[in-house]
């Protein structure tokens, strides 16, 4: 009887699935959150065009599609946001990608929510190894990946345990995390379909530390230190 009883609960744990809730930005946009462990997260990238002090015209976050304007935003440390490929109909879909000025206003989250920490998402990736997340059950080392990332849009990997083989076991997790790749601090845009990279508000030195997922890897990479001309996707993290 207690066999049965135990075999029960475990089915009951494994169909209850991820636990979904929204939250809104300052401009109306709804975005799916997920809860992992004890944390909140976005389950889709920001997508805000306004800091969260407003929607007048001082509060817009710049936005920047050339290619030098963007690189040449450095000399003057200013906030900017694009979309990839300057394609404006992947907004809705794929997110803005921020550069870490528009991460250090501490202006992009929505009250009560943060651009994550070096610590939240190490706290995210510890409870995902200790909880048999990584792609082979197992609860020792990094192997991560699969449980974050979506069941869509990813390049094919034949390396098992990679993102991108046998794409529909992934997003365990629910937080779906698409491949919405990069912008270099030359302008140029990278990485789409291969690779998903957000910021953290936590600094290395005089840089700002990014994590991401690469379809041909099993890890959750980071944190590693990055030029703040870089665009990156930011997920939110609630306080």
């Known amino acids: 009887l207690l066999l049965i009883m135990l075999q029960l609960s475990c089915n009951k744990d494994d169909s ?3 636990e979904y809730g929204t939250v809104a930005d300052i401009e109306g946009n709804v975005y799916k959150t997920v809860k992992i462990g004890d944390q909140e997260w976005m389950a889709e990238n920001l997508r805000v065009t306004h800091y969260n002090t407003g929607i007048t015209a001082q509060d817009a976050i710049p936005l920047i599609v050339d290619d030098n304007e963007w690189e040449n935003l450095g000399s003057i440390g200013t906030a900017a946001y694009c979309y990839y490929d300057g394609d404006l109909n992947k907004l809705p879909v794929y997110g803005a990608l921020y550069n870490g000025y528009a991460v250090k206003s501490g202006k992009l989250a929505p009250k009560g929510w943060h651009v994550p920490t070096d610590e939240d998402w190490e706290r995210l990736r510890n409870y995902l190894i200790a ?3 990584n792609y082979d059950g197992s609860t020792v ?10 069941k869509t849009e990813w390049k094919y990997s034949q390396l098992e345990g990679t993102i991108g083989k046998t794409i529909e076991m992934n997003n365990k997790t629910g937080f779906n995390a698409l491949p919405a790749g990069y912008r270099q601090s030359l302008g140029y845009y ?9 910021w ?3 600094l290395q030195n005089t840089e700002r530390s990014g994590w991401n997922l690469y379809y041909e890897s099993d890890l959750l990479i980071g944190p590693h230190p990055n030029n703040q001309l870089t665009g990156f996707s930011v997920r939110c993290v609630k306080d």
Do not use: I, M, T
């Not at 080392?141 to 979506?150: P, R």
């Not at 990278?190 to 957000?198: N, Y």
């Open 16 to 18: 209850a699935g991820p």
């Open 131 to 133: 909880n048999g997340y």
């Open 141 to 150: 080392e990094n192997k991560v990946a699969k449980s974050l990332a979506s």
């Open 190 to 198: 990278d990485g789409s379909g291969g690779r998903a990279v957000f």
């Open 200 to 202: 953290s508000s936590s």
